[in-house]
């Protein structure tokens, strides 16, 4: 898969005092950016996992840390959901 490289200005000053070195601060970036396309449904969680090159799960576990909800139904979603799974039961 093709890949971007890209270069954002950040103060180091900044990146010291936070304790990040420059790879950490650009991997925390990268991150944030999946994890932000992911909550606005631009990509899958398949899809986020693989560009952080981690397990499904790992990247699960990740949105839980960042308080994004893996699980994001509307109502009317969830109404439906529960309707199935109470279907199954009878």
């Known amino acids: 898969m093709p890949s971007a490289v890209l270069h954002i ?20 970036m990268q991150q944030l950016f999946v994890i932000d396309l992911y909550r606005h449904h631009q990509i899958t969680s398949g899809k986020g996992a693989e560009i952080l090159g981690i397990r499904k799960y790992d990247f699960i576990r990740l949105l839980a840390e960042a308080g994004v909800n893996y ?8 109404e439906r959901e529960i309707s199935v799974v109470e279907a199954w039961g009878r």
């Open 71 to 78: 699980f994001d139904y509307t109502e009317s979603e969830l």
């Open 9 to 28: 200005p950040f103060p180091d000053d900044v990146l010291l005092e936070a304790g990040f070195s420059r790879q950490v601060a650009a991997q925390k």
